[in-house]
Nanobody, 121 residues
Framework: QVHVVESGGGLVQAGGSLRLSCVASGRTFSSYAMAWFRQAPGKEREFVAT???????????AYADSVKGRFTISRDNAKNTVYLQMSSLKAEDTAVYYC???????????WGQGTQVTVSS
């Protein structure tokens, strides 16, 4: 069992910035593929960004088109933490942001409880 806990959400004005954090338990955090998703009221949960790390190939990241160039995902394996730096926020970024951890093999995925981000226009 992996416990995932998000933090850092809040209320911010349009154009502002916010950094979300996600801590996942376990001794092999560096092997987890970590991702951020979000869900706005009345909408489906959607992918935001993902980050993988390999001792051989280093860090790889991917982003949804809607956040590319504005959001940056990063990880600190020593702290079992993944971050989502959000800049140039828009009202349409308002959502509950969820973090998940996918273990090697891809069958075990653990979600956090989410953190609310509200962008006022």
């Amino acid at each position: 069992q992996v416990h995932v806990v998000e933090s850092g959400g809040g209320l911010v004005q349009a154009g502002g910035s916010l950094r979300l954090s996600c801590v996942a338990s376990g001794r092999t955090f560096s092997s987890y593929a970590m991702a951020w998703f979000r869900q706005a009221p009345g909408k489906e949960r959607e992918f935001v960004a993902t980050i993988n790390w390999s001792g051989w190939s280093g860090v790889s990241t991917a982003y949804a088109d809607s956040v590319k160039g504005r959001f940056t995902i990063s990880r600190d394996n020593a702290k079992n933490t993944v971050y989502l730096q959000m800049s140039s926020l828009k009202a349409e970024d308002t959502a509950v942001y969820y973090c998940n951890a996918k273990l090697p093999g891809g069958l075990d995925i653990y979600w956090g409880q989410g953190t609310q981000v509200t962008v006022s226009s």
